[in-house]
Nanobody
Framework: QVQLVESGGGLVQAGGSLRLSCAAS????????MGWFRQAPGKEREFVAV????????EYANSVAGRFAITGDNAKNTVYLQILNQNPGEPAVYYC?????????????????WGQGTQVTVSS
């Protein structure tokens, strides 16, 4: 099994930045994808970004492209999400997700492992 633990959430001012981290432990894979989803109150969980190994290929949701940046440290089994220019309408719980192959999906059902989530609150 794989355990994912997120950290770094908190309060951010509108227009500010925040960095989330997700550390994976347990079983390891030579090919995998790790990504981020977010879920606002009353809304469905939505795809944010994903990074795939080997290769480090990255995909973003259109809504965050140019404002968020996903990076990964394959040796540490950790991925990061740099949130830049946070919009007031984007408070949400951010979840880390992983799947044990190199493909990626924008659907939550495409991932096998999930973290517990970390809250990001935006102040105006």
């Amino acid at each position: 099994q794989v355990q994912l633990v997120e950290s770094g959430g908190g309060l951010v001012q509108a227009g500010g930045s925040l960095r989330l981290s997700c550390a994976a432990s347990g079983r390891t894979f030579s090919r995998y994808a790790m990504g981020w989803f977010r879920q606002a109150p009353g809304k469905e969980r939505e795809f944010v970004a994903v990074i795939r190994w080997p290769g480090g290929n990255i995909e973003y949701a259109n809504s965050v492209a140019g404002r968020f940046a996903i990076t990964g440290d394959n040796a540490k089994n950790t991925v990061y999400l740099q949130i830049l220019n946070q919009n007031p309408g984007e408070p949400a719980v951010y979840y880390c997700a992983a799947r044990s192959d190199q493909y990626y999906s924008t659907s939550p059902s495409g991932y096998d492992y999930w973290g517990q989530g970390t809250q990001v609150t935006v102040s105006s």
